[in-house]
């Protein structure tokens, strides 16, 4: 669905500016991909209760470009988890000003596989939740 999430706030927000620009006139898509990724990776990292890295990018499309001035939100949820993996979908939206009217367009979508490790940077089981 290309609706932003309702009652869900977004991990992160982050304006394009003109150094972020492609020779095509949109933002480069490696600088959203970043993005993602970080905001992918804040709620493995609470789920796994210390540090996660990036094993996996399952999914990533780009529904519609992004331009100077627009402010991306990124929302992050876990969709499904391993022994030691955390699979996350990240839902990116551009707010945008178009003749003194805001719009709100999914821009992005991607899901992400992230896995906890120890301090020997090795996987790691995740920690069990309770109620």
């Known amino acids: 669905m290309d609706e932003l999430p309702e009652n869900k706030k977004p991990v992160i927000r982050v304006p394009a500016r ?21 905001a992918g990776s804040e709620p493995a990292y609470l ?13 990533f499309e780009f529904k519609k470009p992004v331009f100077v001035g627009d ?14 993996s955390i699979t996350v979908k990240v839902e990116v939206f551009a707010e945008r000003v178009t003749r003194g009217e805001v719009a709100v367009i999914k821009v992005t979508e991607a899901q992400l596989v992230y896995v906890a490790i120890d301090e020997n940077r090795k996987p790691k089981r995740l920690p069990e939740v309770f109620a």
Request: some cysteine; overall charge neutral.
């Open 47 to 59: 789920r796994a209760r210390g540090p996660v890295v990036t094993r996996a990018v399952e999914s």
């Open 71 to 84: 402010v991306i939100s990124c929302y992050a949820e876990i969709i499904k988890e391993g022994r030691t």
């Open 18 to 38: 003109p150094a972020d620009v492609n020779p095509g006139g949109s933002i480069f898509g490696g600088w959203i991909m970043s993005y993602v990724d970080i």
